[in-house]
């Protein structure tokens, strides 16, 4: 206990520092904030940032990640203030909130809500289970087929253990699913109608209805803690999709939907033999598929070489502001031409600076 | 010296250790042999592999290569011994004779010419100062504009030092320079016959004569030492060609031939926008032309997917004999549609043992 709170002292004075240079805060003022916040830290074991530091961290946070490729906006992050939840139907109320605001007709807003955050020797108030705030199930058949999406089918057992039926088809909604205090999971299902869904068609290659493709307009990551300052929050968070993250990994792995051999087949092409190229061809169809019709359907989207174009934008702007980018390169790559970007030709350091997300081990049922 | 040796007895007995071992030698065998290399070590301050040492050897480094992607087929190498080279004429003779093998009018054969080791305190007999055999000029032209190969404007500078006249193509061959002990460097002419090169054309959407690209059939790495057992050899090997390496870097990055717009332009694809994703389907249709005009030409070459599928099998082998298999994620995915091999899923280890193949600094002008 004595030793955690000099760590958190420390997290705690470090980030106020950095809260208060990049905010053209005064010595003083900074130094009276840390002082209050050490008197705070000694006598309850933990302390409450104002809303404007959790704020400021949230996108420090954004920043940071080092995985991120769309961090050129980090500045742009709408920050939902969660922390004072006092009941399980509050978090429901803050989760409908979150997919509202970020979905925002298709104009999506990157969007973080923040719930309290862990304190020693209390229960954890908001547990969030789902890795995404939007998922759709995945059903293993007798056949060992699967139906839907393979990346959720031990969330589906959750949700079906606790009573929930899907329809069994390839793109059932799952309710969020989360625990409050030491209680028995919780389940919020989640309608059609407060999300967006893009029926993926082919801009010149049309028809692509029998494929039967489509995917959600928000990806918004749930399992997560934002770390600001030695604290740690469940905080809910999204920006909008880059298309390969759909297009090349969500419809394509072998170990998720699977489909590229399909929309190889819909296109015509020759797959008799791997060197007739007919996976890289399909591939980026279906990228030009994926980015056309969410913008077809007024859903933002990036496509991956401006992102890329717009993370070298990022780099230049922290490198005049003296801050070195630092960044996991295996996955600021795109998995769709890499070579084709900056990214692929430069190194860069990787290194977890906080604020960040980091990932959290869930109680299990 | 007395350190030097020491660090080159522990290598010796290392390596004479697992090439018994991978031999089936017997336990008596080899610790005779490691005595007798430590006798001649002491006395004369280095010593020499025997042709089946350095045959072996040659292959463990091209096994041990963590940024190869081709290891499957590592027990194929043809290894020529070139220790005894007296004179520079000697030297381009086997120079001549590695191209001739390993072209083997198409028939690719992995190749690897050994030259006389480094020793301390005698100036290195052999150091090649191209990083490959077969190389096409750069020239910079006032007006800042490059002919020919970007990657290539130094080396075409001290050849047009030493005397060498380009024609002023995009595909002038230069020459292979080398330095013979201390002497002024050494151009060894390379010509049009002795080598094979491949004119670019696309299987379906055909006539890209216009766009002009060809390339040779064989790339021989010249600017690396192979290591074994604590002695470097100066040693171009060669492989095959993967399609990526000519179609999706050679061909397109910004810093080589850098013709990517041609070629989109040239199917016609709308280049007036990113979101057309022009440039990935360009890059696809252009490792479709490189592999079909290879094939077509009777030239051996590997598209991306099977070789890495071969280099799953290779890893599974490896396996097999309780040996787990080193490399660099970065290097080993392709260029082209990374995540559609297996590479790009797992994880693997990053760890340079030896023998191997190391960078050597080279002497300038
Ligand atoms: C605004 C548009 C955004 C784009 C286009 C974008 C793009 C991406 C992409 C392509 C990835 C890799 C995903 C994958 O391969 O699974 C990623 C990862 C990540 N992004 Fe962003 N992002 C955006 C907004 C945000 C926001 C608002 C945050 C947080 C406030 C954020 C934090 C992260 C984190 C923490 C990861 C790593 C996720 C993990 O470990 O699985 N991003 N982003
Ligand atoms: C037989 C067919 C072969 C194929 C298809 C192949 C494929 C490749 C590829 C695609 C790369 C990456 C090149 C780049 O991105 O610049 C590579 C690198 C490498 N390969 Fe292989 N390879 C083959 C044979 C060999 C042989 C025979 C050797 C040595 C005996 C070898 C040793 C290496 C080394 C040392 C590198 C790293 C080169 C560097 O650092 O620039 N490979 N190989």
Redesign the pocket.
Known sequence: MKYMNLSLLNEAAKFLVQYGEENGLSKDTISDRQRCVSKEIKSTGTYTHTLEEITFG??L??RN??????????E??DVFDARHVESPDEVAHYLHQHIKHATNAGK?R???TVFPPLKQNEPQKVQLWSPQLIRYAGYTLDNHKVIGDPACIELTKIAQKMGWKGEGGPYDLLPVIFQWKDEVPIMVPITKEEILEVQIDHPVHQNWGPLNLKWYAV?I?SD?Y?EIGGLRYPAP??????E??IAA?NFVDSYRYNRLRDVAEHLGLDTSSTTTFWRDKALVELQHAVYASFKQAGV???D?YT?AQ?FQTFRDKEEKQQREVKGDWT??I??VSPALTPIFHQGIVNEELTP??F?QKRSSL
Chains 1, 2 share one sequence.
């Open positions: 949230a996108k946070a954004w990640s080092t995985k991120c490729i769309g961090r050129l906006f980090w742009t992050l999506i990157s969007t973080i990806p990551i997560r934002l968070f999204n920006g909008w999709y880059m390969t993250e990994r933002q989207i990036v991956h992102a717009q996955w600021l795109p998995p960040n997300f990932k």
